[in-house]
């Protein structure tokens, strides 16, 4: 079923649980994350980076994809289908398309202009009945080209975009995308902590949830996060799986090489580590 993600996240606020926001690649990824959420009763986020929604064809296809097939799987549990990372027309872009949910990130702007755009953006998400998210301080890594240092980002700014009429909000803390290096310092829950003090319990938004380790995933859920994104990790287990079943020769074999049985190995990967998420997160049954 799909619904914009306001509700799931007020939801997993007040229950002290995350959601998993998982992004997709392709129609594998997809299916695999919507019957794994449907088999765990787990509302789930459908996250889509630009690149990737250009890789598909476009958002509109994505947004076609995606209801067809939550509708021919019979899923029931809430769906948002999420524009990650947005830029300020990509935005736009999602909304004209049939996204239920979108982030407008303007964390590269300087405060004030970050401000206008994200209230424009707020309006126009609000008549549409989508819910909006922002972003103050940026992720550390790479996303579309954006490049970010693990920044920790300022309460005082997080208060000021929290206050425009946003629906959750990520803030840096020293998360950053892709693989975590040996020398990474690990979250800043005190910052952490300020954030939420500062931004009137609205619902926070962990980024590069990838390798972090759970422990420090659940010290962030009691501190406000209600919605922790995950891609970099699905990647690495599709890929993994995929070259077990090419190294074993079973592409070889029969007709192994068709895409159905190629990419099965790799989808049920993915199906694994969503599974492994929504535990973690404590988001099974909360559908």
């Known amino acids: 079923m799909l619904v914009n993600a306001t509700n799931m996240l007020l939801k997993a606020r007040d229950g002290h649980y995350a959601v998993g926001q998982f992004n997709i690649n392709n129609l594998e990824w997809t299916k695999s ?65 049939g996204f239920t949910s979108i982030m ?50 300022d309460p005082a700014e997080c ?3 929290a206050a425009l009429g946003i629906d959750f909000l990520a803030a840096g803390i020293g998360n950053i995308h892709g693989k975590y290096p040996a020398n990474w310092k690990g979250l800043n829950f005190e910052a952490l ?8 319990n609205i619902p926070l938004v962990l980024h590069g949830g990838t390798g972090i380790p759970a422990d420090m995933i659940k010290k962030a859920i009691s501190l406000g996060v209600s919605k922790i994104n995950v891609n970099t990790e699905c990647q690495l287990s ?4 995929t ?4 190294e074993a020769g079973k592409d070889l074999q029969g007709k192994g090489f068709d ?16 599974r492994e998420k929504i535990e973690l997160f404590g988001s099974a049954d909360k559908a």
């Open 259 to 274: 895409p159905r049985k190629l990419l099965a190995p790799g989808a049920d990967a993915i199906k694994a580590t969503v």
């Open 243 to 246: 070259r077990k079943y090419i």
């Open 33 to 97: 994350i919507l019957l794994t959420a449907q088999e765990m009763n787990s509302p789930v986020i459908l996250g889509v980076s630009e690149g990737a929604g250009k890789y598909m064809t476009g958002f509109k296809t994505v947004a076609a994809m995606v209801k067809a097939m939550d509708e021919s799987l019979g899923i029931t549990v809430p769906v948002a289908l999420h524009l990650d990372h947005g830029t300020y027309e990509g935005a736009k872009a999602c909304v004209a398309a």
């Open 238 to 241: 599709f890929a993994d799986a």
């Open 193 to 200: 902590d300020k954030i939420h003090g500062a931004t009137d």
């Open 159 to 161: 208060a000021k975009i």
């Open 104 to 153: 407008f990130d303007g964390s590269h702007y300087d405060i004030d202009e970050n401000v206008a755009k994200t209230t424009e953006l707020v309006a126009l998400a609000h008549d549409h009945g989508l819910s909006i998210e922002a972003e103050v301080g940026s992720i550390g890594g790479e996303e579309d080209g954006v490049i970010g240092m693990g920044e920790v980002a």
